[in-house]
T-cell receptor
Framework: NAGVTQTPKFQVLKTGQSMTLQCAQD?????MSWYRQDPGMGLRLIHY???????DQGEVPNGYNVSRSTTEDFPLRLLSAAPSQTSVYFC???????????????FGQGTRLTVV | AQSVTQLDSQVPVFEEAPVELRCNYS??????LFWYVQYPNQGLQLLLK??????LVKGINGFEAEFNKSQTSFHLRKPSVHISDTAEYFC???????????FGGGTRVLVKP
């Protein structure tokens, strides 16, 4: 059981380049989300999905796109990278319904992105 | 919308001393509360959670937290810390009927020998 897997772990981009951060989970979780972590600001929600084919914006969505074609995968796309997107990105998944107390989110190991 | 405030950004503490990390939240509806720990260069790991029932919850690694509804607080405590507890700790809240997690800014704990 791998949990939540993020790739790559590290990435350096030039301003204006595009890339996709991959996230996959094998727990059959309906709910998946992307956060960015910046010093002193905790984790801020970028986008989330409550199931395949359904996505919505979080707190800081500008500059990012997502799609959810399968339950397992939830990639995050940066269309034109900017230095302000230098951050650590975390993908998380959880059950949508909380029966049995399954309320917590499981996190990937993170992707450290630097935009120069 | 809910919000979370962690009152201390950094907490230095000596080994074997107690530690308390403070967390206050605001929400107009029922919420679930969580504490996560992040060790250096790793993802977040659940320490403990409060859903309902007893206001004192125990988690992994000897941590416990107390839910105080009147003060809208969920402070984390450990009676005796180890060097290995050096990490960043995040308080988080989600609506009982929702999925989105809202995080506090984090508290960095540095355990000194």
């Amino acid at each position: 059981n791998a949990g939540v897997t993020q790739t790559p772990k590290f990435q350096v981009l030039k301003t204006g380049q595009s890339m996709t951060l991959q996230c996959a989970q094998d727990m059959n979780h309906e709910y998946m989300s992307w956060y960015r972590q910046d010093p002193g600001m905790g984790l801020r929600l970028i986008h989330y999905s409550v199931g395949a084919g359904i996505t919505d914006q979080g707190e800081v969505p500008n500059g990012y796109n997502v799609s959810r074609s399968t339950t397992e995968d939830f990639p995050l796309r940066l269309l034109s990278a900017a230095p302000s997107q230098t951050s650590v990105y975390f993908c998380a998944s959880s059950y949508r319904r909380t029966a049995g107390g399954n309320t917590e989110a499981f996190f990937g190991q993170g992707t450290r992105l630097t935009v120069v | 919308a809910q919000s979370v405030t962690q009152l201390d950004s950094q907490v230095p503490v000596f080994e074997e001393a107690p530690v308390e990390l403070r967390c206050n939240y605001s929400s107009s509806v029922s919420v679930y509360l969580f504490w996560y720990v992040q060790y250096p260069n790793q993802g977040l790991q659940l320490l403990l959670k409060y859903l309902s029932g007893s206001t004192l919850v125990k988690g992994i690694n000897g941590f416990e937290a107390e839910f105080n509804k009147s003060q809208t607080s969920f402070h984390l405590r450990k009676p005796s810390v180890h060097i290995s507890d050096t990490a960043e700790y995040f308080c988080a809240v989600r609506k009982a009927a929702g999925n989105k997690l809202t995080f506090g800014g984090g508290t960095r704990v540095l355990v000194k020998p």
